[in-house]
């Protein structure tokens, strides 16, 4: 992180800004697919269905 | 004060703007569920024989509703009737490996006028997941038959059975349902008396999130499609665990390849025929004439769920084929005893009748060799079963005029 962060300090103003926004934009989207699969598995039941012929 | 190292810290972030990262966790939440929407709406399983052990419940797979209708929409032409199959293990095919699949040979003896898709699961009600389905296509696919099937005054639940409940309260959430008074008035009275306040607004978040955001369609996309991320007990070691549920065929054990001679194993006689005595024993009485009757309370309590269980204006195209025991156990009843199982079975397909469904009954003529167990068909039990079914079916769809308009001719 902290080499990112400089690498990024090291580029022109312009660029800087373009790359900040493009970092935060894909993290928020990262975010968002981890949100959503969190939701995915709190809706699971955490035992599975147990088949038993009747 | 304490904070503000830390904050500046994160304002000096090169990485990282607030705003630009809450647009960017929106348009992700709004790109996963448009995905979802996509995919599940399309379908997506491109071989289908039915909802086997890997992608069902069993393995912590729980089919969402619009990748259900996703495998009917990938199968039936407008100008086909489709046939619906739910129910149970017995019309899922316990026993019947894919290519001797009872739903094959319904399909093979109806021809190409009809489409058949098997969507029944096992230990399922003839009112869950394929009963939702089919209500929920109704207008998409109004020649439609549902075939499910269900033991004798076996109660046809309006909340259907765990684990396939939470099909119902997707498409209730969903508004997909119609609506239908006495269905209504039955599911709002087991909400309150089975559910805490907690436990509803868990379930009415949950659903809330899902009808927006879609993520259990998007992640049973990923992991029939790419990578499964739920260990289970079919498949509970790395690497196959997460394994695309795709790479898994249908791998239903075949009862043929048992030898009949040790299908029926004697430890397990007592307790068989205690079951299949029960069928009848607990739902009639001896009358005043010594004959058998069916309990007032038994027929009263069935007319009412039964009414309930799926709207008036479907109930004409459904067919509810109630299972017998296979006639290595009835046999063994007394002549009285089978009087009253024959009695029980009789006035069952009255009620359903009565209560505008249409029902038959089938295995009282099977061989010993058509059953796997005491209840499941083996292919060739499947095979007898389809030929009455596809009998049945036709008969619905001629009454119902569905190959009058716009299909081809029978």
């Known amino acids: 992180m902290n080499i990112l962060n400089s690498l990024i300090k090291g580029l022109p103003p312009a660029y800087q800004r373009m790359a900040t926004h493009a970092s935060s934009f894909l993290m928020g989207l990262a975010a968002a697919v981890l949100f959503s699969y969190v939701l995915y598995r709190l809706g699971l039941p955490s ?7 009747f | 004060m304490s904070n503000a190292p830390e904050t500046a810290c994160f304002e000096r972030s090169a990485l990282f703007r607030p705003r630009t990262f809450l647009i960017g966790f929106l348009c992700g939440l709004f790109v996963c569920s448009a995905v979802a929407r996509f995919v599940a709406h399309r379908g997506y399983h491109d071989v289908f024989t039915r909802f086997h052990i890997f992608i069902s419940p069993d393995s912590q797979y729980y089919p969402t509703l619009d990748e259900m209708c996703g495998v009917v929409r990938m199968r039936c032409r407008s100008d086909q009737v489709l046939v619906i199959v739910g129910g149970n293990s017995i019309f899922h095919g316990v026993g019947q490996p894919a290519d001797k699949l009872w739903t094959k040979e319904l399909q093979r003896q109806l021809g190409d006028q009809y489409v058949v898709v098997n969507l029944a699961f096992r230990g399922a009600f003839c009112t869950d997941g394929a009963a939702v389905v089919a209500e929920v296509l109704r207008k998409e696919y109004p020649r439609q038959i549902y075939v499910a099937n269900a033991g004798p005054f076996a109660s ?27 269905r209504d008035e039955v599911i709002g009275d087991f909400r309150s008396d089975n559910y805490s306040w907690g436990q509803l607004f868990d379930l009415w978040s949950l659903e809330t999130l899902d009808r927006a955001l879609r993520f259990r369609d998007l992640w049973n996309w990923v992991g029939y499609r790419y990578f499964f991320t739920i260990q289970n007990p079919y498949t509970p070691h790395l690497p196959e665990a997460v394994w695309p549920r795709e790479d898994f065929p249908d791998r239903e054990d075949d009862f043929e390849d048992i030898p009949f001679s040790t299908r029926f194993l004697p430890q397990y006689q007592d307790a068989e025929m205690r ?26 309590d069935f007319d009412r769920t039964a009414k309930a269980a799926i709207p008036d204006d479907l109930k004409a195209r459904t067919l509810i084929m109630l299972s017998r025991n296979c006639p290595l156990y009835l046999r063994q009843l007394s002549a009285d005893e089978m009087l009253r199982e024959n009695r029980v079975y009789s006035d069952c397909i009255r009620s359903w009748r009565a209560a505008g469904y249409e029902s038959a009954d089938y295995g009282a003529d099977y061989d010993d060799s058509d059953f796997g167990d005491r209840t499941h068909l083996t292919a060739t039990g499947g095979r007898k079963l389809a030929l009455q079914v596809a009998s049945e079916v036709r008969g619905i769809a001629g009454r119902l005029g569905y190959l009058k308009d716009g299909a081809p001719a029978p």
């Open chain 1, 47 to 53: 035992k599975p269905f147990i088949y038993v012929a």
């Open chain 2, 275 to 300: 079951i299949v005595r029960g069928f009848s024993s607990v739902n009639c009485f001896r009358d005043h004439q010594g004959n058998w009757r069916t309990r007032p309370i038994v027929l009263k």
């Open chain 2, 156 to 182: 046809p639940e309006p909340v259907g059975s765990q684990p396939y409940r939470y099909l119902i309260w997707e498409a209730r959430s969903r508004g997909l349902l119609e609506s239908f008074a006495p």
